[in-house]
C-alpha cells in the first residue's frame, strides 16, 4: 500500500482511531497493530508476508539464543549466522540476477559453460530496509545494548508499517523502549505530525512526480536527444526529485508515527546546503549513514589504524552503501564517487582551507554529477548524458513550473532554518479540526496534480 | 565516515504545542470527512478504476456513498472546478471514441471492411507475395505507444533512431486497455495522437491490462475470452489502426503479446493475440503484425530466459509479463528490421 492513494486513506483512520481505542490494553493493542502492518503489506504481495514473519521469527530464535548465552564465542557464532542469512536472503532477492548474469559472463569469457541457472526472482518491498532492521535488533542484542524482547514486540517492531517500506531505518534501541508501556494519550505531536504529512505530499506528488514527467524521465531516456542547457537542468531536477521523493515519503512516515504517539529517528536535513561530503552524510539518509557507520565502518576499524586503513574503510563502507541500493555498476560508481570524496576530504582536512561558499558549490555540483549514474539505466547511457553536458543547443524543456520548482527546493535548503521553523510551529499550534481542514485542502490540491497514471511509486521502494 | 554524537529526532526541533490522542483523530477525522464530501466522486472512480478483488470493493464501499453525497453537494463541483486547473492530463473528447461507436457482437463486422465489401491491394502485405514493398522516403516522427508493456522499448527505440534524425514520440499509458474506457479510450486517444503529431510510423504494444468484460448491445456485458469478445476486441483495435495508417501515409507496427506466466493471463493474450490479427487483415500493406508470442514463447510455452547471442539471458520481469531490457532489446531488432524495410532513410 502506498501513502498517497485513496487505499490509504481509508486504512490510516481506521488504524489510527483503533489504535488509541486499544492503547491501554497494551496485549491487544499490540497484536492488532501487527495484524494492520500486515494488511498494508500484503496490498504489496501476500506472499512477502511469510517472508517478512519469517525474517522476524529467525532473528528472534537468535536474539533468543544470544541472550541466554554466557558463553562468548557462541554468543558471536550466533550473530555471526544470523547476519550472514539475513544477508543471504537479501542477497538472493536483490542480487541474484546481477550475479549470476555477470558470473556466467566472465565464465563465457574464458571459455567455462558452467552457467548459473537464470531466475526472475521478484524483489519484496521494502527488503533491504527491513533485513537491516532486523540485523540492527539482532546485533543490539549481541552488544547488550537492549535485552531480547518478545516475540510480539519483535513483530512489531519489523513490521509496523509507518517505516515498513521504506526507512526510516529506526534501531531496536530507539523502537523497542517506545513499546515497553502504552503511548501518553496527553502528549501527542498531532502538529508536528499534520505538519510533516502536508510536506510530504507536497514534496513527493506536487513536486517530485511533476520534475519527473516533465523533464527527468525524457532527458535520461534519450539524453542524446537533447542539449546542454536540458541536460544540466535535468540532473539539478534530478537531484531535487530524489530529495522530494526520499524525504516526502519519510515526512509522512514520520508523521503518521506521530500521530500514532511514536518516535522515528529523522533522516534527512537540508542535505544540499552541506559544505563537506561529511556533512552530506550527516544530513542526507541519516539513518542509512548512521548504520552503515556503526555496522561497518567502525567494526573494520573506522579511522583508528592509519591513513591507508582509514581510506580502505571508507572505500568499503561507500561502495556497498552504492550496492546496497541495487544489483547495478550504476550505485556502485555513485557509491565509489562519494568515496572518493570522502578520502579526499579526510586526507586534506585541517591543510586545505576553502571558502565556505566555494566548498558548498564544489561540494553540491559533486553532489549532482554523482546522481547520474545512479540515475541512468545504464553505465553507457550515464557517459552519454556526461556527454550532452557540453554540447550546445537550444533549452526545450525549460518550463516555469520545472526551473521555479527547481529553484525553490534547492534555495530553501540554503536559506536559515529559523524563519521556516517559526511558521511551521505556528502552523501546530492550530486547532485540531482546522489542522484536519488544511490537509483535506492540501490533499485536493496534490491530488489534482496527479496525472491519469496515477502516483508513481517512491523511488526507494526498488531498494 | 561522518560520526555523530547523538542521532536527532524530529521531535527535537522546536515545535508546537503536544496535543490529546482524542485531537489526532478529531483532526484525521475532520480531514477524511472534507475529502469525503468533495472528493467521493474521485474516490468512486477510483474504485470503479481498480481491478476486481477485496482492495476495489472496500474502495467502493466508501466511495459509492461519499460519490453519492458529493453528487448532491454544489460545493464539490465548485471544488472540482478549482482542482481542475491543475491537472497535468488534457481531456480527450472528439470524434473516435469507442464509447459512442456501435457495439459489435457475434457475426458483426468493423465498418467499412465488412465481409460484403471487396477486398482491397491494402488487405496484401507486400512481403508475403514476395514483392519488394514500396519504401517510403523518410521517416521523421515516430510515435511509440501502448501501455506499460511499451516500456522500456519506447525508450530503446527512441536511443536507437535519434541519430537517424528522427523524433521519437514515446507515450505510454499505464494502466490502460482496450478493453478498458475508465482510465484512457483509445479510441479517442489515437484521434488526437496522429491528429497532434502526424507521425510516419506508430509502434503499438499493449495488453497488459485486457480481459475486461464489454458492455453487450441489449445491456449486460461480453465476458472474455469468448468469440464475441474477440470480435469486439478485434473492432476497437481495427479502428485504432485505421486512424493510425493515415489513409496509407504511415506504416504502423502492432506487437501482439508474449505468453505470461499465468494462466489466467495465457487466456486473454491468447484471445487478444487472434484479435489483433484478424483486426490487421483489411491494412496489410500498412500494418505490420509483428508476432512477439513466437519469438519469446514458441508453442505458446512461457519462458523468463532465453538464448540471445548465444548465452542464457533473462527476458522477462519478474512478474511475468513485461519484457526486461535483454526483452525488449529483441523486440527493438524486430521492429528496426520492418522499419528498415520500409523507410529508404534507415536503409
Known amino acids: 500500500m502506498v501513502f498517497p492513494t485513496v487505499q490509504f486513506a481509508i486504512f490510516f483512520p481506521i488504524v489510527l482511531a483503533l489504535s488509541w481505542a486499544l492503547m491501554r490494553r497494551h496485549k491487544v493493542w499490540k497484536p492488532a497493530m501487527i495484524a494492520a502492518s500486515y494488511v498494508f503489506y500484503s496490498a504489496a504481495s501476500p506472499a512477502f508476508c511469510l517472508l517478512l514473519a519469517g525474517i522476524t521469527l529467525g532473528n528472534q530464535a537468535a536474539a533468543k539464543l544470544i541472550g541466554h548465552s554466557e558463553d562468548a564465542r557462541a554468543r558471536k557464532r550466533i550473530v555471526v549466522v544470523a547476519v550472514a542469512l539475513n544477508l543471504a536472503t537479501l542477497g538472493v532477492f536483490k542480487y541474484y540476477g546481477f550475479f549470476a548474469t555477470e558470473v556466467n559472463a566472465v565464465l563465457d569469457s574464458v571459455g567455462l559453460g558452467l552457467p548459473l541457472p537464470l531466475a526472475a526472482i521478484a524483489l519484496p518491498v521494502g527488503i533491504s530496509f527491513i533485513t537491516f532492521q532486523a540485523i540492527s535488533y539482532t546485533v543490539d542484542v549481541y552488544r547488550r545494548e537492549i535485552e531480547p524482547s518478545t516475540t510480539v514486540d519483535v513483530a512489531l517492531y519489523l513490521s509496523f508499517f509507518p517505516g515498513l517500506v521504506a526507512g526510516p531505518i529506526v534501531r531496536a534501541r530507539e523502537f523497542m523502549p517506545q513499546l515497553e508501556k502504552p503511548r501518553d494519550p496527553r502528549k501527542v505531536a498531532v502538529g508536528a505530525g499534520v505538519a510533516l504529512i502536508i510536506i510530504g505530499l507536497v514534496k513527493k506528488v506536487a513536486i517530485a512526480d511533476t520534475l519527473a514527467r516533465e523533464i527527468v524521465d525524457p532527458v535520461f531516456g534519450v539524453p542524446q536527444a537533447y542539449s546542454a542547457p536540458d541536460v544540466w537542468l535535468a540532473a539539478y531536477a534530478y537531484a531535487v526529485q530524489i530529495f522530494c521523493d526520499f524525504s516526502g515519503y519519510t515526512d509522512i512516515a514520520i508523521g503518521v508515527a506521530l500521530l500514532l504517539g511514536f518516535v522515528f529517528p529523522q533522516n534527512f536535513d537540508r542535505p544540499y546546503r552541506a559544505a563537506s561530503f561529511g556533512e552530506f552524510w550527516r544530513r542526507w539518509h541519516m539513518t542509512l549513514s548512521r548504520f552503515l557507520r556503526d555496522f561497518l565502518y567502525i567494526p573494520l576499524g573506522g579511522n583508528r589504524g592509519g591513513r591507508w586503513r582509514t581510506v580502505r574503510n571508507l572505500m568499503i563502507t561507500m561502495l556497498l552503501g552504492g550496492l546496497w541500493h541495487g544489483a547495478a555498476w550504476g550505485f556502485v560508481l555513485w557509491g565509489a564517487i562519494h568515496g572518493i570524496a570522502l578520502v579526499v576530504e579526510h586526507q586534506f582536512r585541517g591543510r586545505v582551507k576553502l571558502p565556505r561558499w566555494f566548498a558548498w558549490l564544489l561540494v553540491f555540483h559533486i553532489v549532482v554529477l554523482a546522481w547520474i549514474p545512479f540515475r541512468a539505466p545504464d553505465l553507457e547511457l550515464a557517459g552519454a548524458f556526461v556527454a550532452q553536458l557540453v554540447q550546445p543547443g537550444p533549452a526545450t524543456l525549460w518550463t516555469v513550473p520545472v526551473v521555479l520548482a527547481t529553484f525553490i527546493v534547492i534555495a530553501s535548503q540554503l536559506m536559515p532554518a529559523k524563519p521556516l521553523d517559526a511558521l511551521r510551529v505556528r502552523f501546530e499550534r492550530l486547532h485540531p479540526a482546522a489542522l484536519g481542514a488544511s490537509m483535506a485542502c492540501v490533499i485536493m490540491l496534490v491530488a489534482a496534480t496527479v496525472s491519469s497514471q496515477g502516483v508513481p511509486p517512491f523511488i526507494y521502494f526498488q531498494f | ?347
Open chain 2, 1 to 347: 565516515m561522518p560520526s555523530t554524537n547523538r542521532d536527532p529526532f524530529i521531535l527535537d526541533r522546536p515545535t508546537g504545542r503536544r496535543l490529546t490522542a482524542r485531537d489526532a483523530v478529531v483532526c484525521v477525522f475532520v480531514a477524511v470527512f472534507l475529502l469525503l464530501a468533495l472528493e467521493g466522486a474521485s474516490i468512486r472512480s477510483s474504485g470503479e478504476k481498480m481491478e476486481a478483488g477485496v482492495e476495489r470493493s472496500v474502495v467502493l464501499a466508501v466511495g459509492t456513498p461519499a460519490g453519492w453525497l458529493a453528487d448532491r453537494l454544489p460545493i464539490a463541483s465548485a471544488a472540482d472546478r478549482v482542482t481542475a486547473l491543475l491537472s497535468p492530463d488534457d481531456e480527450l473528447e472528439g470524434p473516435g471514441g469507442f464509447a459512442a461507436a456501435p457495439v459489435a457482437g457475434a457475426g458483426a463486422t468493423a465498418s467499412g471492411a465488412g465481409a460484403s465489401a471487396p477486398i482491397t491491394t491494402d488487405a496484401f502485405d507486400p512481403a508475403d507475395l514476395g514483392v519488394e514493398p514500396e519504401q517510403l522516403p523518410a521517416l521523421k516522427t515516430l510515435l511509440v505507444t501502448g501501455d506499460s508493456l511499451v516500456q522500456p522499448l519506447d525508450v530503446q527505440l527512441a536511443r536507437r533512431l535519434a541519430d537517424d534524425g528522427v523524433r521519437t514520440i514515446r507515450e505510454a499509458r499505464l494502466g490502460t486497455g482496450i478493453s478498458k474506457t475508465d482510465l484512457v479510450d483509445w479510441g479517442l486517444l489515437s484521434t488526437r495522437q496522429v491528429s497532434q503529431q502526424e507521425p510516419d510510423a506508430v509502434v503499438m504494444f499493449i495488453g497488459a491490462n485486457e480481459g475486461f468484460d464489454f458492455p453487450a448491445p441489449g445491456g449486460g456485458s461480453i465476458e472474455c475470452c469468448g468469440a464475441d469478445w474477440a470480435a469486439i476486441y478485434a473492432t476497437r483495435a481495427r479502428a485504432m489502426m485505421e486512424t493510425y495508417r493515415r489513409d496509407g501515409a504511415a506504416r504502423v507496427y502492432w506487437l501482439t503479446l508474449p505468453m505470461p506466466r499465468d494462466a489466467i493471463r495465457q487466456e486473454v493474450a491468447r484471445t487478444v493475440n487472434a484479435a489483433i490479427d484478424v483486426a490487421a487483415q483489411p491494412f496489410r500493406s500498412q500494418v505490420r503484425v509483428l508476432d512477439m508470442a513466437e519469438l519469446f514463447t514458441p508453442g505458446e510455452r512461457y519462458r523468463a530466459a532465453m538464448a540471445v547471442g548465444g548465452r542464457q539471458t533473462l527476458v522477462r520481469e519478474s512478474d511475468g509479463i513485461h519484457l526486461n531490457e535483454a526483452g525488449a532489446g529483441l523486440a527493438l531488432d524486430a521492429v528496426l528490421d520492418r522499419l528498415r524495410a520500409d523507410f529508404a532513410s534507415l536503409g
